[in-house]
């Protein structure tokens, strides 16, 4: 056990002298909050200022502070931080050019696999993922967008949609 001792001096003078062991301070510290307080100013650290970490919560809903993994073609980058929860210690931030319009369809499959779990090995560390040439290239799921897929049917329709302004005449 490692004890220290802390003298408080007040204009010169020892007011109070603080010893003890200093895993019962980290204790108390936590305890009180203390450390939470030191994880959020690191966060605004590490976003780069009160400004950014303002848009980085407005963004993606949570301030995490992490080690960066790798960056996908996409622009989307990916974080770990073993400190949370598993299952909540690898998250993406998405590239700024989709501003709010972003969704997990995003996600290559390569960095997919990483995310949940599959491997622990994230892409640009793993060299033995094949790399075929007919491979199709990823893209989002466009669904609910105005690029989304409709078919054009040819066949006619069976029931007929009801139209209040047209006349319905019996004679």
């Given amino acids: 056990m490692i004890h220290k001792s802390y003298f408080f001096f007040v204009n010169g003078k020892q007011i109070f002298q603080l010893s003890g062991n200093i895993a019962l301070l980290s204790t108390m510290a936590k305890f009180l909050g203390i450390n939470r307080l030191g994880r959020l100013f690191q966060a605004i650290r590490e976003a780069g200022g009160l400004k950014q970490a303002y848009l980085k919560l407005y963004r993606n809903d949570d301030l995490k502070t992490g080690t960066l993994v790798g ?26 050019h989709v501003n709010m319009n972003y969704d997990g369809s995003q996600i290559p499959a390569e960095w997919f696999g990483w995310m949940h779990y599959k491997t622990d090995l994230p892409p640009i560390r793993d060299g033995c993922r094949p790399k075929y040439k007919w491979i199709a290239d990823h893209s989002e799921n466009l669904s609910g967008t105005k690029e989304a897929y409709m078919p054009y049917s040819t066949t006619p329709t069976k029931v007929e949609a009801w139209n209040p302004n047209k006349s319905s005449k019996k004679a």
Wanted: aromatic letters at 34%; charged letters at 25%; zero cysteines.
């Fill in 71 to 96: 960056i996908d073609k996409y622009g989307n980058r990916y974080f770990e931080n073993p400190y949370y929860f598993y299952g909540r210690n690898r998250w993406v931030e998405f590239a700024p």
